[in-house]
């Protein structure tokens, strides 16, 4: 296998943990909301839609005004983006989030192109659920395979929350390698700083391609020290790291939110309780982040929601806010049958 490339020996700035919370909080465009309608800045960062309408929670902690079906609106798309997980992302950054993830390797390229070739033929133009693609495509022996298919862009996912569908799409014209460093822009610029293990893992691509990637970005990065390790950032938001305002504000996060990826994990829950609190084995739960910090856990059943604080949180200070907040979500069914309990471990 080759190594991870090295970018930079020489460390470029030293960020403490509340520099890098207060940089990625702005970057996810949690400070504050952007105005009603604006939900393509709302989706930049790529928001995983794995939970029942996470993406549209995700939505909602960045645009004001989102509504239940605004996923489905024109300007976003669903994907099977990084790791296989259903992403609502912005139309034009559809080659980013498919193209973006493809093998350089030629051979690996023509089978994922010869095996997507197969899905559009069963397809015939009409949306089908996997299983049935798999049924019909007996040469594709898995789930897995199917959507590695997918990274082509020749054809997409639909999720309404309770099934899912692939359907024919136009082809994205775009050239791969720009969208291959495009995503890896996009990861740093939302999730850094990190390491090229990081990218590897968010994207589920080979090491070897990680490698050309970093290698193609080296004029782009610095190399920042946090909490005593040596992590990649994009040279340009290193500035706005050490200028980024104290996070203010509560906010709901839903599982897989970017400000809460596991990626994040190890600043944002730095100590072994929190850290399990926040990544449990499964399911995971959603967050209330309160001035950029983990306050609690929460999960919910449609309109009924059980939080979960941390320990040092006063529930007293918060409930009334979190209720309203609660209250307010995009989700489906009367805000006045929201219903918020606090449980103690």
């Known amino acids: 296998m080759l ?52 993406a549209v929670i995700s939505l909602h902690a960045r645009v004001e005004g989102v509504s239940p079906e605004d996923w489905s609106d024109r300007r976003l798309v669903q994907v099977w983006g990084p ?38 033929r069963a397809l015939d133009g009409r949306p089908q659920q996997p299983a049935n693609i798999l049924d019909l495509v007996p040469s594709i022996s898995s789930q897995r ?10 054809f997409l996912p639909i999720w309404d929350a309770s099934a899912t569908a692939a359907y024919p799409a136009e082809p994205v014209e775009a050239d791969p390698e720009d969208c291959r460093l495009g995503l890896a822009r996009l990861f740093l610029h939302y999730l850094g700083p990190a390491t090229s293990k990081g ?4 994207t589920g691509s ?43 504000g509560l906010v709901l996060l839903p599982p897989e939110d970017v400000y809460i990826s596991r990626i994040c994990g190890p600043l944002l829950a730095p100590s072994a309780d929190l850290h399990a609190r926040l990544y449990p084995q499964a399911p ?16 919910r059943r449609d309109r009924q929601f059980s939080f979960s604080p941390v320990p ?18 995009p989700l489906p069914g009367a805000p006045e049958n929201t219903i918020v309990d606090w449980v103690r471990d």
């Open 206 to 248: 080979s090491q070897e391609d990680v490698a050309e990637t970093m290698k193609a970005l080296a004029p782009e990065l610095a190399t920042v020290e946090v909490a005593g390790q040596e992590v990649l950032m994009l040279e340009d938001d290193v500035a706005t790291a050490r200028e980024a305002p104290p996070p203010r």
């Open 83 to 120: 790791r296989g997980a259903i992403y609502l992302v912005a139309k034009e950054d559809l080659g980013l989030f498919t193209l973006g993830l493809l093998p350089r390797d030629p051979d690996r390229l023509e089978l994922l192109q010869s095996n997507a070739r197969k899905v559009l």
């Open 145 to 154: 395979e199917l959507l590695s298919a997918a990274t082509t862009g020749w």
């Open 284 to 299: 995971l739960p959603g967050a209330l982040i309160v001035d950029g910090e983990l306050a609690a856990t929460w999960r």
């Open 3 to 54: 190594p991870l490339p090295t970018i930079s020996s020489t460390v470029m700035a030293q960020l403490d943990r509340a520099q890098i919370l207060a940089y990625r909080y702005q970057a996810s465009c949690l400070q504050a909301r952007h105005p009603a309608g604006e939900l393509v800045a709302g989706a930049r960062p790529g928001l995983q839609d794995s939970s029942p309408r996470s």
């Open 312 to 329: 040092g949180t006063q529930i007293g200070d918060l409930a009334d806010a979190v209720a309203e907040e609660a209250a307010a979500l």
């Open 199 to 202: 990218l590897q893992w968010w």
